[in-house]
């Protein structure tokens, strides 16, 4: 199921680049056709090469790393959903909106740290166990909503 | 900062780090004694009192605290003050000063030490100062290395302006603040190093305990994002930066708003809207620098435009709500306080009260000597200093001083905030300046010989030092291979130059002439001596005193006045406790902390109008005065006059801000009455006006009975109006050495005989006279 979601992914994430790629092709439309066969064959080349490039970047993509990024679309989005309905209804109690909407950017701030530290290509925590990174990350958000809960009224 | 190297167990160089570690720990104990016992003066040269005004009012919260319980202390409303409005004093009161005392009192008499609340509170700010010399010597650390640390953590305990503020006796919010100021920076420095989310979490909490201590909490939240921008900017940016900023704003405008005082001032007013715009720029650069890594050139350029265009319409978005919020209320969005400081000049424009505080005044030139002696021309060498590795932390410790330099500069106050900065620069310049001397001393002793004992022994240095300079493991790096070969030296430094240029420069800044070093180091020590002496000096004789005992030298001996307990022991004793005592706002906290009495205006001063009431009825005569404070039931009014005896700080003194502040909201009174060549004169040449208000013929009631001649020694001269009786005002008190004067309101009569008269005639005159003059 993973490996189908990973597929479409790639192929959607092709479909952009390519028509990115597709851009320039389209400028030297004009020309004879012997560019233009090396201009396809460019082009199949930079596509393998995007290709590659986004296989390797995929695969570097850990499952975990997608979960966090999820985490943190959702987080963001749920910040916003709150924030429009404060726009529709009115802010009052002014402290259960700014507790609920800083609870999100919270979260979604956290999971990015984490994200930064369990990073496998990131140098500078090369040494740190993705343990305590996750030990870390569990404590700052025990601490933050502790104060969300107490603050929310 | 490099790693500590973890030497091998059992050898030689790791005796030495463990002695170095315990001679480290040993100094910091004596530090921390020393910055106990260098601010017991006051307790030795008087007594074990509560200083000037404001730490009565903290002293009397405590007292409540602990008597009544945290739940009542947060849900306080104070009717004993701003009679007859109250003061909400959960809500507009820090309470981080007065939960510590609390807690620390509650937590001796728990485990049976009986302490009582006034000596705890009396002992916080010392305790406190210890804490802080210590967190200076943890953030000096993080900065330079250990043996930076100790010299700043040694200076910071005896600095005076620090010592001003945190005698044994100074109860105030400053005690505990600056030591979670540099708690705070010394977390986030750690993060910054570090890049762990763990320091990040104590990054803060430090930061909320100081957002509970003090209103200066938005130094920190605006030093903090100037300081990321900064890095951003030179192009320092790293994850670390990101984990060191992007929590603390979040988490820390949370806990902000958790404070009453603060409220959702953390995120409507000016002074919090830079920690935002920050965190909005370090998103876009952090998602810039993320696209970088993961795409290719070509992409990438797509990719940040459109990044930068997203980012850019948010940033447009959130200022133009900040705009919104800023351009609806008439300050911008700051209040009073911060805005006095970023425009020196609009306070005495728009504000009389702020302007009329003599803390708030810019300094003087001499009292930067006075108040940070040596240090002052140890700062500039210790931002050369930072300079030559210019580290995250050192760039943060630069902009710092910098800033703080500024502040100190439009309020004298604030050399409090300086303080800590320049004892952090100091200390890292005296260490350097030590390295050098003591390096060369070494070298050059060590240079006739060819033992590997003295190799090593250049390898380590007196001082306890961590190896965590990279100028010092070059030189270690160096040492070890001229050990290692056991050759001639000047072919073993060769090949040990090409790695680093900078262990060469450090190689020709090691090569002094041994007698230069030795008389430099000399010197070095004698400078340190002559600021221990001042500092001692300093705070024996300048700030140890409480202001609320004085003391003289005369060829008797020592004259003690304390007239000040004196009046207030008398008002508890002979009036009722629901009796109001009406003052100037200076004395409205001891009035009611020491007297039990409900006083008018306090020292709070946040109400503008009932402090300009106040004031009118002193510059009013006698009847006008009668009339404004009968409206607010006042019983008696006290007034401090030092005239016998040559008190600086009386009430005449300061009665030009009562007309200037009256004024201010009463047009009646006009500054102009009461000047005579543009200056308050009360001798003969005075006005009629001031010889009639109210504060005049209070302050000189009978003083003429004193000598014969009513000769005023602070003003020196014979005052204009000598007998005069008083006709709605008796007196009813007067202490040892007249500074304290307590009058009672005569009252009102019972029959009226005059005023019918005055009714029917003038009619046309009273309606006149109504409109400019509402109290007669």
């Known amino acids: ?153 | 900062m490099a790693a500590l190297e973890s030497p091998q167990p059992g050898t030689t160089s790791a005796m030495r780090h463990a002695f170095g570690n315990v001679l480290s720990v040993l100094i910091l104990v004596l530090i921390g004694v020393l910055a106990f016992s260098i601010r017991l003066f006051s307790v030795i040269k008087y007594e074990s009192v509560i200083h000037e005004f404001d730490p009565y009012f903290n002293y009397r919260v405590t007292q409540f605290l602990s008597k009544n319980g945290i739940y009542e202390f947060w849900n306080w409303f104070d009717d004993r003050t701003w009679y007859p409005l109250g003061r909400v004093i959960g809500g507009t009161v820090y309470p981080g000063l007065t939960l510590t005392a609390g807690t620390i009192w509650w937590v001796l008499n728990s485990i049976n030490i009986p302490l009582s609340v006034e000596t705890v509170c009396v002992f916080t700010a010392p305790v406190f100062s210890a804490f802080a010399s210590w967190a200076t010597y943890l953030l000096t650390k993080e900065v330079k290395g250990s043996g930076a640390g100790l010299a700043a953590a040694a200076l910071l305990a005896m600095v005076p302006s620090y010592i001003s503020r945190s005698v044994a006796g100074s109860y105030d919010n400053e005690a505990v603040a600056i030591f979670a100021l540099i708690y705070t920076f010394y977390l986030y420095i750690k993060t910054l190093n570090t890049g762990s989310l763990f320091y990040a979490t104590l990054n803060a909490i430090a930061y909320f305990y100081m957002v509970c201590s003090w209103g200066g909490y938005t130094f920190i939240i605006n030093l903090i994002p100037m300081h990321v921008l900064l890095c951003i900017v030179t192009g320092r940016y790293s994850p670390r930066l990101y984990i060191a900023y992007a929590p603390l704003v979040v988490l820390g405008t949370l806990l902000a708003a958790l404070v009453p005082v603060v409220g959702f001032n953390a995120v409507l007013t000016s002074e919090h809207f830079a920690s935002f715009l920050v965190f909005i720029i370090i998103h876009v650069v952090a998602l810039v620098y993320y696209i970088k890594g993961i795409l290719s050139p070509k992409m990438f350029k797509v990719a940040v435009t459109l990044v930068v265009s997203i980012g850019l319409v948010v940033c447009f978005l959130v200022v133009a709500i900040l705009v919104a919020l800023v351009a609806s209320s008439p300050t911008g969005g700051w209040s009073g306080r911060s805005l006095s400081l970023l425009d020196p000049t609009y306070a005495s424009k728009y504000i009389p009260i702020i302007a009329s505080v003599s803390e708030h005044q810019p300094p003087t030139w001499p009292s930067y000597f006075m108040d940070i002696n040596v240090l002052a021309f140890l700062v500039p060498a210790g931002i050369i200093a930072c300079f030559s590795p210019l580290s995250d932390a050192s760039s943060f410790v630069v902009l710092y001083i910098v800033m703080s330099v500024y502040f100190s500069g439009v309020m004298v106050r604030l050399m409090l905030v300086l303080a800590p900065a320049a004892c952090i620069m100091s200390g890292i310049a005296l260490s350097q300046a030590f390295d050098v001397f003591t390096g060369s001393i070494k070298y050059q002793l060590g240079g006739s010989s060819n033992s590997t004992d003295d190799a090593e022994d250049t390898s380590t240095s007196n001082a306890p030092k961590d190896d965590a300079s990279a100028s010092k493991t070059d030189k270690g790096e160096e040492i070890v291979k001229e050990r290692s070969s056991k050759k001639g030296k000047k072919k073993e430094r060769e090949p040990a130059d090409k790695p680093s240029v900078k262990s060469k420069i450090k190689k020709k800044a090691l090569v002094l002439p041994l007698e230069a070093s030795i008389v430099a180091l000399l010197l070095l020590i004698m400078l340190g001596a002559f600021y221990v002496i001042h500092c001692v000096w300093a705070a024996a004789e300048a700030y140890s005193a409480p202001s609320i005992v004085l003391t003289s030298q005369s060829r008797d001996g020592l004259h003690v006045f304390d007239d000040f307990r004196e009046s207030y022991a008398w008002l508890s004793h002979n009036t009722d406790v629901d009796d109001k005592v009406a003052s100037w706002w200076d004395y409205g906290y001891q009035t009611t902390a020491m007297a039990n009495r409900t006083v008018i205006v306090d020292n709070n001063t946040w109400n503008n109008t009932h402090i300009a009431t106040v004031g009118t009825a002193m510059s009013s005569p006698e009847k006008a005065a009668w009339e404004i404070f009968n409206s607010l039931d006042v019983k008696y009014v006290l007034v401090v006059f030092g005239g016998l005896i040559g008190y600086p700080s009386d009430d005449i003194n300061k009665f030009l801000w009562m007309v200037r502040i009256g004024g201010g909201v009463f047009p009646h009174i006009k500054e102009a009455d009461y000047l005579r060549d543009g200056q308050y004169r009360i001798d003969s040449e005075a006005t009629p006006t001031m010889l009639n208000c109210l504060m005049y013929k209070l302050s000189y009631y009978r003083f003429v009975e004193t000598d014969g001649k009513a000769y005023d020694r602070v003003r020196r001269t014979e005052i204009g109006k000598k007998n005069f009786k008083l006709t709605h005002f008796e007196e009813v008190f007067t202490s040892h050495h007249w500074m304290v004067r307590i009058y009672k309101l005569k009252p009102a009569r019972n029959r009226i005989r005059g005023r019918s008269k005055k009714k029917t005639s003038s009619g046309s005159k009273s309606s006149k006279s109504a409109k400019k003059n509402p109290w007669v």
């Not at chain 1, 320039?24 to 012997?34: G, L, M, V």
């Not at chain 1, 997608?66 to 402290?95: C, E, H, K, R, W």
Request: with cysteine.
């Open chain 1, 1 to 153: 199921m993973s490996n189908k979601i990973y597929f479409l992914v790639l192929y959607v994430l092709n479909l952009i680049f390519t028509r990115v790629g597709k851009g320039e092709n389209e400028r030297n439309e004009s020309d004879e056709r012997k560019k233009e066969i090396l201009i396809k064959v460019i082009d199949k080349k930079s596509k393998l090469i995007t290709c590659v490039s986004l296989i390797h970047f995929v695969i570097s993509y850990v499952v975990s790393a997608i979960i966090i990024d999820l985490y943190v679309v959702f987080a963001v989005f749920t910040a916003l959903i709150q924030v429009a309905y404060m726009a529709l209804v009115g802010s009052f109690p002014f402290n259960s909106f700014l507790s609920g909407v800083l609870s999100c950017i919270g979260t979604a701030v956290l999971a990015v740290c984490l994200r930064i530290q369990v990073n496998k290509e990131n140098k500078e925590f090369k040494d740190l166990a993705p343990e305590r990174a996750f030990a870390d990350f569990v404590l700052c958000n025990l601490v933050l909503h502790l104060v969300i809960i107490n603050f929310l009224g």
